[in-house]
């Protein structure tokens, strides 16, 4: 039997339930790493699942930061240094990448803390995560502050991706799978991705399938 859920109904749910309701209402989503550096050289990692597709040509990302309310390191360092890399979780590592969510004291590396290793290349200030298979180079483009609720969408251009040389497909699809990207549910919940179908290009003349 299907359940409505009124606004009243929902703003009566405790604090920590509502959380975890809405952050897992949408479904599973990316997990990735954003790494940054401040002017003092000092590295920064946090594991956002809120990556966004922005466009193709020219490349365009963005993420959700959370509202302004306390200092947000991997926002300051960003509008610092104008450059971040984003870091694809996978299975060997998402222990460590959730571990980045704790709130460490400004000047605290969170690469440190969990063990996990900066790499730097010559074309980008800020450190990918060595362990990552899928890496993005994003220089930061732009910034747009959503009214609604205090939140800000970060937009980058991709400079550089760094990834296996067998990772992309003939099609230009990555093989995500086999390099064992996980996807979470809410800020805690991780799924391993299991392929179903690479269906066709979808076209209105297309005959509908059979009921």
């Known amino acids: 039997m299907e359940k409505s859920l009124l ?12 959380l975890n309701f809405f952050n897992t209402l949408p479904g599973i989503k990316p997990a990735v790493l954003i790494g940054t550096v401040d002017g003092r ?3 920064n990692l946090a594991i956002f699942n809120s990556l966004v597709h922005i466009g193709s040509n020219p490349p365009y990302l963005g993420f959700i930061m959370r509202p302004l309310t306390v200092p947000r390191h991997t926002y300051h360092n960003i ?3 104008g450059a971040f890399t984003i870091n694809v979780v996978h299975r060997d590592i ?14 605290t590396s969170e690469f440190t803390a969990t ?16 362990e990552c298979h899928i890496k993005i180079g994003m220089q930061f483009e732009e910034e747009h ?3 609604a609720n205090g939140t800000v969408l970060m937009i980058g251009r991709a400079v550089e991706i760094l990834l296996p040389e067998n990772a992309i497909l003939p ?4 093989n995500l799978e086999d390099w ?11 799924y391993r991705l299991e392929p179903l179908e690479r269906l066709p290009y979808a076209r209105a003349s297309a005959i509908a399938p059979d009921n």
């Open 171 to 174: 099609s230009g699809h990555i």
């Open 180 to 190: 064992g990207t996980v996807g979470v549910a809410g800020l805690d919940a991780y």
């Open 41 to 43: 050289n000092r590295t």
């Open 115 to 130: 063990g996990l290793t900066p790499q730097f290349t010559d074309r980008l200030v800020a450190p990918y995560v060595q």
């Open 79 to 81: 509008l610092e240094r």
């Open 94 to 107: 998402y222990p460590q990448a959730h571990q980045t969510s704790a709130n460490y004291e400004w000047g």
């Open 145 to 147: 502050r959503i009214k």
């Open 7 to 18: 606004p009243e109904e929902l703003a009566a749910m405790s604090r920590v339930p509502r």
